[in-house]
């Protein structure tokens, strides 16, 4: 995701962060992602929107997924962060 929006991003992006979660006893980790106000038309959010959310008809509700193609966009650094 880094290589997709890295053009968009702002200055000192992206922060990392960690924080005790005491409901479940660990520590979370978290990567913040600042980006530039752009057009909607430039940035192309339909087409990240449409990688990792599909419409429940039923529910009328947006349901989070993982691309076909996720290996093509994952590099080893964001990979090694997501198994951490």
């Known amino acids: 995701m880094y290589f997709i929006l890295e053009k968009y991003l702002t200055p000192g992006s992206p922060g990392f962060s960690q924080f ?6 660990k520590i979370d980790s978290s990567l913040l992602l600042l980006t530039n106000a752009v ?3 430039k940035f ?19 349901i ?3 691309p076909n193609n996720i ?8 990979l090694a962060f997501w198994i951490r």
Do not use: E
Request: proline share 3%.
């Open 20 to 25: 005790f979660d005491k409901r479940y006893n």
């Open 44 to 62: 192309n959010l339909d087409y990240l929107t449409d990688l990792f959310y599909k419409l429940d008809v039923d529910k009328q509700k947006s």
């Open 39 to 41: 057009s909607k038309d």
């Open 71 to 78: 290996a093509d966009l994952l590099s080893p650094i964001v």
């Open 64 to 66: 989070q997924m993982i």
